[in-house]
């Protein structure tokens, strides 16, 4: 099990806003780190699967990058709109692929 | 055509009793896992198993036990239920065992324990 932080806890934007939120793990013991979309009352949704050191992903509005060497992960969201309102979760995975979930990023896109 | 379905969405029960959660996925993935979603909201996972055979045990009490007739299913059998079982419960499934595909979530079973 990993020590993994996520920040900040909660974030409220406005519509047409570009955010970003962090996920701190610890360096060593790494092997790959998930993020998940999960709104409320649905499960949470694969966003990006990222493995090395630099990797940046892109899904339409929302991109992330992975710093393996310092040990965080970024996620950003370009114009945020009201349908990204979410709760963020990192999950960074041992080479056993045993996954630690963050408490996560609850994002609030005012229109 | 749900990708990951659990049944039942709700289960309420008494303490002693025995219950089980069942868990299929039509994706085709090898690889399956619980969840459970504890009183802080964090999600911590329980179990994963390939193609039928236990990959994960993440010291769960022996209370629980998983069984998988086959790939596409895993099961969640509770013994013994206690208050503190109280949680919603999670099924997800992926390709590989490697942790580098994406898991895909069923929509959660809510199990209270009074």
Known sequence: ?111 | DTAVSQTPKYLVTQMGNDKSIKCEQNLGHDTMYWYKQDSKKFLKIMFSYNNKELIINETVPNRFSPKSPDKAHLNLHINSLELGDSAVYFCASSQGISGTSEQYFGPGTRLTVT
Request: net charge neutral.
């Open chain 1, 1 to 111: 099990i990993l020590n993994v932080e996520q920040s900040p806890q909660s974030l409220h934007v406005q519509e047409g806003d570009s955010t970003n939120f962090t996920c701190s793990f610890p360096s060593s013991n790494f092997y790959a780190l998930h993020w998940y979309r999960w709104e409320t009352a649905k499960s949470p949704e694969a966003l990006f699967v990222m493995t090395l050191n630099g990797d940046e992903k892109k899904k339409g509005r929302i991109s992330a990058t992975l710093n393996t060497k310092e040990g965080y992960s970024y996620l950003y969201i370009k114009g945020s709109q009201p349908e990204d309102s979410a709760t963020y979760l990192c999950a960074p995975l041992t080479p056993s692929y045993i996954p630690t979930f963050g408490r996560g990023t609850s994002l609030i896109v005012h229109p």
